[in-house]
């Protein structure tokens, strides 16, 4: 939540041509990793599994548009800089959370 909140203020920087772009597909990934967590943990556990991986991927997925955005010079790797670590994090545990659930 903490990463999807800070998306929202990094993307309001962004060019208004970009609203319906750029910015709002970094945003739908941003929202998709707690949304798919919230999802997955009210079914059965192979649901879970599965929206958890689809929670990695869109993680992925940000970090990818965020590079975009800084290549097109949308955001400054300035702005970004304090994101990367909870990006990274974020990462970190969702695919810790996939091994768990595999041992499951």
């Known amino acids: 939540m903490e990463l999807a909140a800070g998306i929202y ?3 309001d ?17 941003a929202t998709s990793i707690p949304a798919n967590l919230a999802e ?3 079914r059965p ?19 990818t548009l965020i590079e975009l955005a800084c290549r ?9 800089t304090p994101l990367a670590p909870t990006l990274s ?5 969702l695919k810790g959370l996939a091994r768990a659930l595999k041992m499951c």
């Open 89 to 93: 994090q974020t990462g970190r545990m």
């Open 45 to 63: 556990a192979q649901a879970y599994r599965n929206h958890v991986n689809i929670a990695i991927g869109s993680q992925a997925e940000l970090e």
């Open 9 to 11: 203020r990094l993307t």
């Open 13 to 29: 920087a962004m060019p208004a041509s970009e609203r319906y772009g750029l910015t709002s597909q970094i945003r739908r990934a």
């Open 40 to 42: 997955g943990h009210s």
């Open 72 to 80: 097109l010079n949308f955001v400054a790797s300035e702005q970004v």
